[in-house]
C-alpha cells in the first residue's frame, strides 16, 4: 500500500471508540458560549537550539472560522502541528477542548483526536484505495459501524464535497482539486468539532481555489464546525475568516477581524496583505552573520 506522503496520525492512527458519542458532543458544545475551544498560553518551540515559535498566545472560540496567516518559514504548520498534539512545545501549554495537551498520554490524545479533523496540503490520500474506502477508513477504523450504514455515510460526506459520484474512482484518476476535496470528506468523516486545514488553495488554480473556501465556509455554515486555517493566500483569508491571526518572526504580531487586520497600521502587516517585496519582512530567514559564517567563526 502507498503511504499517504503527510501525518495520518489524526485519522488513521488513533485508537478509540464511540465516535457517535462523540458527534452528539459536537452539536450540544458548538452553543456553549464564550469560553474557547482552543486556547494556546504563552507557548515556544525550539529546534535545534533555534527558536521558531515564542509566547504565542491564541484563543479560538466555537463556530468561528480562524485564519492564521504569514509568510513562508514562519511557523504556520508549526504552530498547527503543536495545537493538533503532532509536536509537544518547548514552553507554554495549549488547551483543546479544555484538556491540556501538552500533559496527555498517546492514549488520552487518540481520544482528542477524534474530536478533529485535518486536511493536509497534499491530501494525504492512500493511492491503493478508492474515493469511498479513503472517506470509510476512520469510520472503519473508529465505529463498530455495519458496511451499509458506512456506506450511506461515505456518500452523505462525498455529497457535502460535491464528489458523490466519485466513491469509486481511485486518487490518480481525480485531480488535485478533487483529491483536496476527498481529503476534506476523509477529514469530516467522524463528525469533528474542528476540522484544520493546512493552506488549503495551495497549488490550485483561482477557481479551484474559491471552490475550496466555498466549501470550507459551507462546511463551518451546515456543520457548525470551529475552522482553523492556515494560508499565505491573502485573497481566500479575507474571504472565509471571522478572525485573523499573523504570524511574524515567531510571534503573533497581529489579531483581529478581517476589517481591523486589513486597517492595521503595522507595516509587517500591511506588506503582508499587500505582497510588497520591499518592507520590514526580509528576504533572507537566516539569523547569523553571513561573513562570519564563511570565515567559520
Ligand atoms: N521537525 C522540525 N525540525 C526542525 N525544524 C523544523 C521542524 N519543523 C519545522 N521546523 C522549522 O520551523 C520553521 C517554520 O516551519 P513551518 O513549516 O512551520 O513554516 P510555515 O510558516 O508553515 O511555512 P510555509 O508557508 O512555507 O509552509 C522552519 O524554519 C522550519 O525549518
Ligand atoms: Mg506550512
Redesign the pocket.
Known sequence: MTEPVEETAATTDATGSAPEVEATVATTTADAGPEPIIRVEDIGID??G?T?LDKIHMNIYHGETAVIM??????????L?LIVGA?RPSRGRILLFNEDITDLDDKEMDRLRLRFGILFQSGALYNSMTVGENVALPMREHTDLADDIIEIMVKMKLELVGLRDFGDLMPAQISGGMKKRVGLARAIALDPEIIFYD?PSAGLDPIVAGVVDMLIMDLSKKLGVTSVV?T?DMHSAFKIADRMFM?YQGNVIAEGTPDEIRNSTDPAVQQFITGAPDGPIPLR?SKTDFAKDLMGE
Not at 70 to 79: I, N
Open positions: 529546534f535545534q533555534r521558531v504569514g509568510g513562508s518559514g514562519c511557523g504556520k504548520s508549526t504552530l502541528r509536536y493552506e492556515v499565505h504570524l530567514m
